[in-house]
């Protein structure tokens, strides 16, 4: 047994806990020097598992950092940096634990440069403004550990990008460094490990490590007394508000979690409209709230002061709230990770029982509850989806470097050609990206002043001027944010932020509720919406844009594999569906309840014309780009006048001629080459390439965001990255970050595998149609969705004519 | 295409490249092109595609090609910023296209006057023309018809059920008639139909009255 595995066991048995079997493996691989991956839930004591080797691998005596924690926020790093702090008082190691991140005081920052600590807690952005600063590698030379919390969620977006490339840097530095990442349950975690250890060096040994530990998680679904008042469609649930109320009740406190911001808002009044006693003990959390009243609300959490928090996928991560009791899930949380983790946010105490009530906007979602409780005995998440070839992360990259030590740039690209990320990375790529930080992306220009990263004479790659190093360090980060338009009181205090948009709308006087407040709206001054208190009643509420989700792959499969239970005999069925019997038993006497391997397509006609609804079951945003996709093939080969609609159970075309659906599987239509180029023309891709551009210009520093409180100086260097993507799609259409754009919104937005997948299977199956004479329970809530996408090919000028016509008209 | 206008007793073209046509003076009324705007974003390390500044030279070009005006009077906003490597670029084309030129400064205008009278540009900051006065800064309550730019005016506009689409604009407010920008890197600021008396939006290649 290793020494660090001895003093381990000891130290948690004096804290009166028998370690884990997954925190003795962790030990033992730790001393040895490997590198891994665990897997283990929140709550499950993973922090001592990792936390405990880097304590005791550091060397007091030696001032130099010699372990880092990475986690994805902040609160998460405070929770961290207590829990190895107890550790090491407790053990009198003598350790210096520091924390670092966004909020940390420039004087700390300075303090920790000049008196290195031994173990630093620290976020990604960080971790690269430490790359940023002049003698970096002498710091970091000694690094012997690096923990990457929550890696699951990190290395499906950009901000794991940064860490692939942090960690290519730092394994240069250091040839002793060990690396180890933690995860939930992934479904296939090789993956996790690769993009992790990127391309690994001979000697390098990985293992991955399976906490073993139940956490068991009931799923109660709310479902309403009587079933024949239950709406077919909806998105709010408000009507099953008393049970809500009554579920509240029961507990010290829950957490209500909905999907979109403005679901929270409007859950929040009604409650508080129906059950005023809740004054005082019920609060909001969402990402457009002000940080200092989302802390408070944290805060409020532990100590108990709160019964019920509504909130969104702001609570999702991190922070363990011991007190919370109960989650209330308001409609389908779309994918199982959403769900495992919103789930793991009760029951804190070991041995408790996670309880969530599912509370169904509309009857067919009850059907989700029971795909969850499925979801929960295969206990594995959706594996995310690696960023590949990320340009814009790799630009700013490469300044960070410029900005602190410089690099050289044959060596840095062996270096970063390490990283999955960017293993496919080309010379000639690297080359175009050294000419667009040194020339500006052109060949030089003789009057061209473009000016960022020059060569300088030991032939390092370097940003000497002052102005732009500072820029950069600011701007150093993959999270953009919307425009948002502070919320503030005319007496002064903010209070979040609304999307310009929305704040756009608002005419003096109008009154809407925004974080449980109802204001009235005075002006708008200098990006600040002036608002005060207002006793009438709100007519609006703020949405936010992207808030919508789709279900995920694995969702999808599940649900198609619990739609089986309606087939079952009733007395070995969920009580959801039990619950949906009489909504069954309408859909199979007017149509079909497909099989598992079936595809039913429902064919009807009413005055509105000719409706034909198709049931793939793979969530929304894969429905969008099916219909889109299907109306422009069919309208290539005869004209076709038709509008669509989608939800996450199928899509529609209604038209107004009948469809011959045979023909769609004779002629091919289902055909899954070419469908970037057809996608492009039907689907508003190069809208939606667009939005892609506006995160990739920011992260790429083509655009600056401005100083903090300091927008109005820098406005002649601000400009909205729609121009920007108008300017390259005109004049450098081979621009690599424009290409890029397109690319992701491809891979990441429409999800192009999983789509040419979906296309495959449905070219092969036979369709099981059904003529129906009237709307089912299935094709209700799609066929009577108002925001319909119509197939049009008038130009512009046309469209506003008749838009005007028609104003004039009514 | 272009639309014709009556405003201040005076026949104007409003033209969907967003300048505006005096017939009666054989002039051209221009605001907010905003040249230097590329390179000036280059200086700082925005590396967008050099070739863009040509655009706007383009749109000035092909705008005299079709009016012959003899004359282009710029309401302000002429260049972005201090003199950057495109002023040589704007020399070029000024000496290459002998006409008259008149700049109202607008906010924007930093560069030194004499640099503009070195090129036979007249710079003032208003302007009288036939009871109509110029100036960069629009003023909704003035007494007297005037034309200016500055706000890059814009309007959203539902196209369709779900589609919308923010588009340039001319409008109207009391004796105020405002001009879109005519510079091809330029932002919008949305108005809302209901401020204005009148708008006319650019869609593509036309001229709409909303």
Known sequence: MSAITETSIKWLNSQGYAPHAFQLECWASASAQMNGLLMAPTGSGKTYALGLPMLLQADASKKALQGIWITPLRALSFEIYQALNYANESMGLGLQIALRNGDTATKERQRQQKNSPHILVTTPESLHLILASKGYSKRLKQLKLVVIDEWHDLMGSKRGVLIELALSRLRSLSSTLTTWGISATLKDHSLAVDVLSGKRAQNQKWVSIRADIDKAIEVVSLIPKTMDRFPWRGHLGIHLIDQVIEAIHKHKTVLIFTNTRSQCEIWYQHILEKAPEFAGEIAMHHSSIDRQTRSWVENAIRNESLRAVVCTSSLDLGVDFAPVEAIIQIGGPKGVARFMQRAGRSGHQPGATSLVYFVPTHAIELIESSALRMAIESKAIENPTPYLLCYDVLIQYCCTLAVSEGYKEASLFEEVKKTHCFQALTLEGWKWIQNFLVNGSQSLATYDEYKKVVHNEEHLMVIENRGLAMRHRLQIGTIVSDAALQVVFQSGGYIGTVEEWFAAQLKAGDVFTFAGRTLEFIRLKELKVVVKRASSKPSKVPSWMGGRLSFTSEMSDLLKETLQQAHQPHADQDEEFKALKPIFERQAKESYVPKKEEFLIEVFQTKEGFHHVFYPFEGRFIHEALASLLAYRISLMHPLSCTLAYNDYGFELLSDQPLEISALWENNLWDSSYIYEDLYKSLNITEMSRRTFRDIAVISQLVFTGYPNKSVKTKHLQSSSQLLFEVFKSHEPDNLLYLQAKRETLEHKLEEGRLIRILDRIAKTDPLVAHCSLPTPFSFPIITDRLREKLSNESLADRIRKMTAKLEHS | ?210
Request: contains cysteine; negative net charge.
């Open chain 2, 1 to 210: 295409m272009s639309q014709i206008l009556h405003f201040a007793d005076h026949e104007f073209l409003l033209d969907a490249s967003g300048a505006l046509y005096w017939p009666a003076r054989n002039s051209v009324i221009i605001s907010d092109i905003h040249l230097g705007k590329i390179a000036h974003f280059r200086k700082h390390g925005a590396a967008l595609p050099s070739d863009a500044q040509f655009e706007n030279y383009s749109r000035l070009s092909r705008l005299i090609a079709r009016f012959s005006p003899e004359q282009v009077l710029i309401i302000g906003d002429l260049f972005h910023s201090t003199l950057n490597s495109e002023w040589p670029v704007f020399e070029q084309f000024i000496r290459s296209h002998q006409i008259g030129y008149k700049l109202i400064v607008g906010n924007h205008d930093i560069i030194d006057p004499s640099r503009f009278s070195a090129l036979d540009i007249e710079v003032s900051d208003t302007l009288n023309l036939d009871n109509i006065l110029f100036s960069h800064f629009p003023d909704h309550q003035s007494p007297i018809y005037r034309i200016s730019g500055h706000l890059h005016p814009a309007i959203r506009l539902n196209i369709g059920s779900s589609e919308r689409r923010t588009l340039k604009c001319f409008y109207i407010k009391n004796n105020q008639l405002v001009l879109p920008s005519f510079g091809y890197f330029t932002g919008n600021a949305r108005i809302k139909r209901s401020e204005v008396d009148q708008v006319y939006v650019i869609a593509e290649d036309q001229v709409i009255a909303i």
